[in-house]
């Protein structure tokens, strides 16, 4: 997991503790106040449960249930947001905004460190324009004026407010990835360590600091795990490629040819003494099936010529929040099918 997806995830769960607080004690005044409205209180009661519920099963939740529960947790205050302006009575409205105002930009802060730039503009966007409007629309109401909120012009200064804050936001993290990025490709490219010194291409360590680079970017990528389908000499460890023993001349050229056929924008190494591994900023399944095929009919052209033997090659998609190891799975389950097919071929699996 990237750097960014850890802060976002540390900077939840103290948001998580802090509104699971203040909503308590708003739900505790708001039933000992009688001037509190019983939407505040039930508001506050509901949002109170949900958040000591996800709290407490936090070390429980898988990623995905996490991001969910941000996304809601958004949905809320932007649905608190849009009904107190709208439909309910004035007296709401104050404290339904502070909410907001106070809730709102951490929650941005944390979506757009978690989901990317692009989503994280989306999403911002689309809250500040639900505000910005709500609000406008609903400073026209002549009720309005009993809580000195009857301007329209309040509804622009919101869009505006929340909409820069999003773009400088999502800047930021955008600078912070480019960094993480940078600082991976630095330390692929410098240290020889990661450096399988049989076929020139990454080993296990360096292909590990690669993924781990391509995690940080918080977006989907392809992986091509590539089986040598002729006969190697057996090996004592085959779950990693030790660059201490020597490996058949035809292997070392099978990974060039392999190589040669890999954009330089994706990362491709030996995984272990039969296989390679391709992490392809391709997410379209037909575009990625179709760029393995490739891979596989140029090399088998190649063995024609000086006896080199073929590949199988399992297909599998990396979606945010799951670990990568079961993405692996999905494509190491891939290359079986492709084996139990008659070996030379192409297999996908791209979901659990």
Same mark, same amino acid.
């Given at each position: 997991m990237g750097s960014n997806q850890e802060l976002a995830l540390l900077l939840l769960r103290f948001l998580v503790l802090v509104a699971m607080v203040s909503?308590? #004690?708003?739900? *505790?005044? $708001? &039933?000992?106040?009688? @001037?509190?409205?019983?939407?505040?209180v039930?508001?506050?009661?509901?949002?109170?449960?949900?958040?000591?519920?996800?709290?407490?099963?936090?070390?429980?939740l898988p990623l995905s249930a996490l991001r969910a529960g941000l996304m809601l947790g958004l949905f809320l205050y932007q649905a608190r947001w849009v009904s107190a302006w709208l439909f309910l009575p004035?007296?709401?409205?104050?404290?339904?905004?502070?909410?907001?105002?106070?809730?709102?930009?951490? #929650?941005?802060? *944390?979506? $757009? &460190?978690?989901?990317? @730039?692009?989503r994280g503009v989306v999403i911002g966007l689309v809250v500040a324009l639900a505000m910005g409007v709500s609000a406008t629309v609903g400073s026209m109401r002549p009720e309005m004026s009993t809580v000195a909120l009857d301007d329209p012009r309040l509804g622009a200064l919101i869009f505006?407010?929340?909409?820069v804050y999003v773009f400088i936001q999502n800047a930021w993290s955008?600078?912070?990835?480019?960094?993480?990025?940078?600082g991976f490709e630095n330390a692929i490219m410098q240290a020889s360590v990661n450096e399988d010194q049989a076929t020139g291409l990454l080993n296990r360590r360096g292909l590990d600091i690669a993924v781990t680079g391509w995690i940080s970017r918080r977006r989907p990528f392809?992986?091509?795990?590539?089986?040598?389908?002729?006969?190697?000499?057996?090996?004592?460890?085959?779950?990693?490629?030790?660059?201490?023993?020597?490996?058949?001349p035809e292997v070392a050229k099978t990974a060039q040819l392999i190589a040669s056929r890999i954009p330089a924008s994706d990362s491709v190494g030996r995984w272990s003494d039969h296989e390679f591994l391709v992490v392809?900023?391709?997410?379209?399944?037909?575009?990625?099936?179709?760029?393995?095929?490739?891979?596989?009919?140029?090399?088998?052209?190649?063995?024609?010529?000086?006896d080199l033997g073929t590949v199988s090659i399992g297909l599998s998609l990396f979606p945010l929040f799951e670990p990568f190891e079961a993405t692996l799975s999905r494509a190491e389950q891939a290359v079986m099918e492709a084996r139990?097919?008659?070996?030379?071929?192409?297999?996908?699996?791209w979901s659990s």
């Open positions: 909503a308590t #004690l708003m739900m *505790i005044a $708001g &039933l000992l106040i009688d @001037q509190v409205s019983s939407v505040s039930q508001f506050a009661g509901f949002f109170s449960v949900f958040l000591i519920t996800l709290w407490l099963a936090w070390h429980r004035p007296e709401e409205v104050p404290v339904a905004s502070i909410a907001g105002i106070v809730y709102t930009p951490m #929650l941005l802060l *944390i979506i $757009g &460190l978690m989901e990317g @730039q692009k505006v407010l929340v909409a955008a600078q912070q990835t480019l960094i993480e990025e940078r392809g992986v091509m795990l590539i089986s040598l389908d002729k006969p190697l000499a057996p090996s004592d460890d085959e779950s990693s490629a030790d660059a201490s023993k020597p490996i058949l392809s900023r391709e997410t379209d399944p037909r575009s990625l099936t179709i760029a393995a095929n490739g891979v596989r009919s140029f090399v088998e052209e190649q063995s024609k010529k000086d139990e097919a008659g070996t030379n071929c192409v297999r996908s699996y």
